[in-house]
């Protein structure tokens, strides 16, 4: 098998860089993008390999135009050789600085992405724990309120049996005043009934006088 020349390696080496650049839109894209998941997908590792392959394919091709190159006498040796060589290594040098710079912008917009959702997860998850307090608060106000209610209630009740009580007392006292004016007036109403029962007794007397007395008539007539 014939040892390609230099024209051949030159053009492998311009497909490979061409591919390369292929794939460095590709990855711009992803740096661009605003759904980023939160690891490189397949997709993205997969041209992330493909470049690396491509720079150690170039690197393996310069390599041989550099050989190429040294085998030339210094005669034969042309400046443009010497200048694309150098041009293809220098461009190889500014596309592993690209990659690099590439993935540290993907890492970036990912960290970036995945920060501003941690935040909107942490304020949903805020405004959530709000609402639910809230909800609780208004359950809590709801029970408060109901628990106004029945201490009103029982603070009504009261008043009201403390009204009855006030009434009880006037009646109370009401009877007491007519107890206490009865018993004043008491002591004529003994001393009557005194008068009755000694009017009584004296006619008792008078009348148990007057039988005994007939009895004795009666007795010594027919004896």
């Known amino acids: 098998m014939a040892t390609p020349g230099w024209a051949q390696i030159r053009q492998q080496i311009r497909t490979a860089e061409s591919q390369s650049e292929t794939h460095f839109h590709t990855l711009a894209q992803y740096a661009s993008s605003n759904n980023l998941s939160e690891k490189p997908s397949p997709e993205e590792q997969n041209t992330e390999d493909e470049l690396l392959e491509l720079f150690s394919k170039r690197e393996g091709l310069i390599a041989q135009l550099s050989r190429l190159l040294d085998s030339e006498s210094a005669l034969s040796t042309s400046a443009l050789k010497q200048n694309n060589l150098t041009r293809h290594r220098e461009l190889l040098t500014d596309h592993r600085n690209e990659l690099r710079r590439v993935k540290s912008q993907i890492a970036e917009a990912r960290s970036r992405q995945h920060l501003l959702s941690n935040v909107r997860n942490d304020i949903a998850s805020s ?97």
């Not at 909800?135 to 628990?147: A, F, I, K, P, V």
């Not at 009557?192 to 006088?209: E, T």
Request: with cysteine.
């Open 127 to 223: 405004r959530s724990a709000q609402e639910q307090e809230a909800e609780y608060m208004l359950e809590e106000r709801g029970h408060l309120d109901q628990s106004h209610s029945v201490i009103d209630s029982v603070i009504s009740q009261a008043y009201q049996i403390n009204e009855n009580f006030g009434i009880q007392r006037d009646t109370l006292a009401s009877v007491n005043r007519r107890i206490t004016l009865a018993a004043a007036q008491l002591p004529g109403v003994n001393d009557l009934m005194s008068r009755i029962g000694s009017k009584k007794r004296r006619d008792g007397i008078i009348l148990g006088s007057f039988i005994a007395f007939c009895f004795l008539v009666f007795f010594f007539w027919f004896s």
